[in-house]
């Protein structure tokens, strides 16, 4: 039996068998078995490169929702703590100067947090 691949439109990769598979697309690759069997079972080791189905040299990381999380609050929590530093040291400013600084670090800290809010509601 021949092994063939072939790249979907949506990213994903299709995988037929001669003689098992009712069609197989025009421009499939041909694949030896050992590497039909190991892409079936490892989705995302593979991809097409000029025609050849090659192994990935890195394994593409998954991450939990969790460290999703994790990862999203280190990008924003120094943002917003040093933005509400900021906030707060212009409070002052505004009750010794009566200049408005205050109300214009409080709009970047609200738009901010409505930001990370929504991203953090797109995790999956």
Request: charged letters at 20%; a negative charge; proline letters at 2%.
């Amino acid at each position: 039996m021949k092994y063939y691949v072939a790249a979907n439109s949506d990213g994903t990769y299709g995988f037929y068998i001669e003689g098992v598979s009712e069609t197989i697309p025009s421009g499939a690759v041909e694949i030896a078995e050992d590497q039909w069997q190991d892409a079936t079972n490892n989705q995302g080791k593979y991809s097409i490169v000029n025609g050849v189905f090659t192994a990935a040299s890195v394994w593409p990381t998954v991450q939990t929702k969790d460290e999703k999380i994790d990862a999203l609050n280190a990008t924003y929590q120094t943002q917003i703590a040093d933005l509400a530093q900021q906030y707060s040291t212009a409070l002052m400013a505004d009750k010794l100067y009566s200049t408005s600084t205050a109300d214009g670090v409080y709009a970047e800290y609200e738009a901010l947090i409505t930001e990370y809010t929504t991203a953090l509601e797109a995790l999956e």
